[in-house]
Structures are given as structure tokens and as C-alpha cells.
């Protein structure tokens, strides 16, 4: 069947904003921005009730499911409440003999993205109008399938929020430095570690140019630096370019970032590595290598780092002259070790949920998750 067979396909009705402002009120109105639900602001309802369309009014108050039909067109929501559609809003409610047929929470779940396949173009500028809307083919399971259906979507649905959640707090622990510790001396960075700067050649172009052979020659690249996570490249360890002739470093190291993301840092343990000219490469120098660990110091480099910083948008730059006599506090190393320990911990964490949500998030995943659930669910149709 078509979703025209199984709903009444309709939208709503523009008003000029600034009309809208001067009467405002409780009721939601709906629009095809995929924020907040769609809905961009409340309206009064008495004023709304004056607008029509074929007779009757614009304003829908049965359950139904509404679509964006422009901008991330075809973006489905479940609506339970009285609301009023703009014109950028499309609405599908169940015809009488499909009421008892369908559960529409369901149906957001299992069609959001079959429906946006039907989109004119992809992205922030797509389109998808009640005409098109009208004459999607679609398939309804019996209405207990559907119901079971649901309550794996929601489950998989409330481990997707949890997981964001949780990484959302450990994202803001990683970007801070760790909790103030029992300072056992002070020392100032340019004592404890050597600084240089990366390949100021070493383009994506010369990267690309030189791709590994395969074997033991190729060897990573380290772009913008971030503990979360740094754009890497391989190349061929003997690359060499007109302007360029490629160093490498020895790991452990910590790489920071020296502009963009400046003071953004993170510890390397490769045995071979090389950087283009973004980041600095800072080592332990051997007279503090019982004293200081590079990963510890990896965690606290961008408190250290942010006061050396030109400017605090993405185009500042480090300066390294400062950053070089900054004084570090540095506790015992049995405590930076415990420290690292911790953080270990919470990137193998972060690292996890990354993975649960690509598989939620990911088309091809996602199909798959609940193409396992139908078929686990047959038995009951």
C-alpha cells in the first residue's frame, strides 16, 4: 500500500513571522527545522484559529506523525498534542479504518530513514513534498508485531541517550585537567622537556604522494593534536618532497597543538612517527625520567598551555617561548601514574561508546540491528 492509503496527507499553512511574534501564546507552532522537535515558538491559539485551509483549520489536535519537508526533509516526529503545522510542516494522520492499524511511535522508528531516501537531495537542502509523501510504498506488520517492535526501538533508543549522556561527562573530565594533587616540587617545562616542531612541508598532497609501499615503511602522521582524537595519515618513512625531507620522532612523546586547536595535546607511545608543521613534539629529557610521566604530563599540558595561546578561538597560536617557562606542579610519580591509570579507564570507556553509538547511528548498523529484531520478532506474526 501507499501512505496516502493509510493516512490523510496534509501540511499546514505559513504565517509571517513577525505576525506570529505579536501573538504570542501556549500553542507549539511546527516547522521544518529539526531542533526542539520542530517547534520554533507558541503561539496564541485563539489568533491561529483564523487560519484555514479548504475550510477547515489549519491547527491539528489527533495524534499524528509530522515530517520536515524541506531542509533535513523527511525527518519524522510523533505528535500527541494540539499544534500548529507551518507550511514547511507535513502531517500524516491514520485514516478511521487504520487508527487500530498502526502504531505511530513505531512507525518513526522503523521509517524514519526509508523515508528519507525519497528526499530530492541530501544534506540541509533537501526536499520532500505531500505529493512525494503521498506515494511512498510502505508495509505494515500486524499491529502486535508493531507494538513488540517498539520495544526494542525504545530500548535501543534509551541506550543511545545514555550513551551520549555518559560521554558527554567524560569528554568534559578528558578536557579539563585532573583534580589538584599534592604538589611534590616545581619545575619549569623548559627544564624537564625538549621541544620541535613538526614537517613544515608535510602537506595532505605530499601525504597522499607518498602513500606506504607496505612492509615496515610506512609510519604515522599526527596532525591537529586533541587527547580525544588527532587526524592521522600514514607515509612512506623515506618520502621525500621538493620542500621537504622527512623527520620523524621517537614516542613516548607528547604532541601538542601549536595552532587551530592550540594547546590541545596528546601522548604518543609510537616507536617512529612524524607531524606536520601544527604541532610541537615534546619529549622527557633523561635527567627527569624517574620523575615526570609523559602521559601524566600529556593530561595537564593544556592547563599549562592555554595562557601561552594568542587569541582562544580556533585560529590561535602558541607561543612556544612562553609555554617554555611556564612553572609545572608536579606530584609524586607514583600519583601521575595512578592518574594515567584513571584516565586509561575513561578513554577505554569513551573508546566503547563511540563504538555502541556507530552502531545505533550508522545506516548500514542500524539496518542490520533491526533486521535481527524483525526476524527474531516473526515468530509472533
Known amino acids: 500500500?501507499?501512505?496516502k492509503d493509510a493516512f490523510h496527507v496534509s501540511d499546514g499553512k505559513r504565517i509571517v513571522a513577525e505576525e506570529a511574534y505579536k501573538h504570542k501564546g501556549n500553542m507549539p507552532f511546527v516547522a521544518a527545522q529539526t531542533a526542539n522537535e520542530g517547534i520554533i515558538r507558541y503561539s496564541d491559539e485563539n489568533w491561529l484559529k483564523g487560519f484555514q485551509k479548504m475550510g477547515e483549520s489549519v491547527i491539528v489536535r489527533k495524534p499524528c506523525i509530522t515530517w520536515t519537508k524541506n531542509g533535513y526533509a523527511g525527518t519524522l516526529f510523533y505528535r500527541?498534542?494540539?499544534f500548529y503545522p507551518g507550511d514547511d510542516c507535513g502531517v500524516l494522520v491514520p485514516r478511521e479504518e487504520f487508527r487500530d492499524r498502526v502504531n505511530m511511535k513505531w512507525f518513526v522508528f522503523a521509517m524514519q530513514d526509508y523515508i528519507k531516501s525519497f528526499t530530492t537531495s541530501k544534506g540541509t537542502q533537501g526536499k520532500l513534498f505531500?505529493?512525494?509523501?503521498s506515494e511512498i510504498d510502505i508495509v505494515l506488520p500486524e499491529k502486535h508485531v508493531q507494538d513488540a517492535m517498539l520495544v526494542q526501538y525504545e530500548r535501543i533508543d534509551e541506550i543511545r541517550s545514555k550513551a551520549v549522556e555518559l560521554k558527554k561527562i567524560i569528554e568534559e573530565t578528558i578536557s579539563s585537567a585532573p583534580a589538584h594533587q599534592t604538589q611534590a616540587y616545581s619545575i619549569q617545562i623548559k627544564d624537564a622537556f625538549s621541544i620541535e616542531g613538526g614537517n613544515s612541508g608535510l602537506t595532505e598532497e605530499v601525504v597522499y604522494n607518498h602513500k606506504p609501499k607496505g612492509g615496515s615503511n610506512g609510519i604515522r602522521v599526527y596532525s591537529a593534536a586533541s587527547r580525544i582524537n588527532s587526524t592521522i595519515w600514514h607515509i612512506d618513512k623515506a618520502a621525500t618532497s621538493s620542500s621537504m625531507s622527512l623527520k620523524t620522532f621517537a614516542g613516548p612523546a607528547v604532541i601538542v597543538a601549536r595552532k587551530g586547536l592550540a594547546g590541545k595535546a596528546q601522548y604518543i607511545d609510537d616507536k617512529e612517527f612524524a607531524t606536520n608543521d601544527n604541532v610541537y613534539v615534546i619529549t622527557l629529557k633523561d635527567t627527569y625520567s624517574e620523575d615526570i610521566?609523559?602521559?601524566w604530563f600529556s593530561l595537564v599540558c593544556e592547563h599549562y598551555a592555554q595562557p601561552?595561546?594568542?587569541s582562544?578561538?580556533?585560529n590561535g597560536t602558541l607561543c612556544k617561548e612562553q609555554f617554555l617557562l611556564c612553572n609545572i606542579a608536579c606530584p609524586?610519580?607514583?600519583?601521575?601514574r595512578e592518574t594515567v591509570k584513571i584516565y586509561t579507564r575513561l578513554f577505554k570507556m569513551y573508546y566503547k561508546l563511540l563504538n555502541i553509538l556507530a552502531v545505533i547511528d550508522n545506516d548500514t548498523k542500524n539496518r542490520n540491528v533491526f533486521k535481527s529484531l524483525i526476524s527474531d520478532l516473526a515468530p509472533l506474526a
Not at 130 to 133: P, S
Request: proline fraction near 4%; aromatic fraction near 8%.
Open 1 to 3: 500500500m501507499k501512505i
Open 80 to 82: 500527541d498534542y494540539p
Open 130 to 133: 505531500k505529493e512525494q509523501m
Open 293 to 295: 610521566d609523559l602521559n
Open 308 to 310: 601561552c595561546i594568542s
Open 312 to 314: 582562544k578561538d580556533f
Open 332 to 336: 609524586s610519580l607514583s600519583e601521575q
